[in-house]
């Protein structure tokens, strides 16, 4: 699971924030219970013993800095929201500078307007973190079965072309910066 969120991290930050979120989950949905967490989760993983124990740990640092940023209840670690923010600062620098994504935004941005509404004072303000919002309520609902309505697939689809977008520019921006170097 460390392996699947560095890689994820290294190529998809959008995918890396929403995995890093369902892993704040499933250690809440264990109430911390580290044991469980390694009788449950990690002895079940196919991976080597030498991994299942780097495995381990890396869930045992996730909930210790769960504790430590007093995220154990809501919220996320601190590391995981600086790629939101991060993404958000791309995304107001894009919608200033690229037609491209200004197109793609302009097609999400009725359905992030609605979903600030529908919020209301729980909107968490920052557009980007409405998308990754949206798209993990999307993934959790379809793990509970449950019905969702078309504009909402619809919403979580476009919100999936903006953290896209939002990726491919923060990679390539890292390619151009290595370049230079």
């Known amino acids: 699971m460390k392996a699947i969120a560095e890689k994820k991290k290294a190529k998809n930050i959008g995918e890396y924030i929403i995995y890093m979120y369902q892993m704040e989950d499933l250690i809440r949905a264990y109430q911390f219970n580290m044991q469980e967490i390694k009788q449950y989760v990690v002895a079940h993983y196919p991976i080597s013993v030498e991994e299942k124990d780097e495995t381990f740990n890396w869930f045992a640092g996730l909930a210790n800095s769960m504790a430590k940023e007093n ?10 929201q600086q790629m939101v923010d991060l993404l958000s600062k791309l995304h107001w620098q894009l919608l200033k500078t690229d037609n491209t994504y200004f197109n793609i935004y302009q097609k999400a941005k009725p359905h992030i307007i609605l979903m600030v509404l529908e919020a209301g ?27 969702i309505p078309k504009e909402m697939v619809d919403a979580t689809e476009i919100f999936g072309d903006v953290l896209s977008y939002l990726n491919w520019a923060y990679f390539e921006g890292l390619e151009n910066k290595a370049r230079e170097n």
Request: net charge positive; proline share 3%; with cysteine.
């Open 121 to 147: 004072e729980n909107s968490p303000g920052n557009e980007i973190q409405i998308c990754i919002n949206a798209i993990y309520g999307l993934l959790l609902a379809k793990l509970r079965g449950r019905e």
């Open 71 to 80: 995220v154990k209840e809501y919220g996320h670690l601190k590391s995981v």
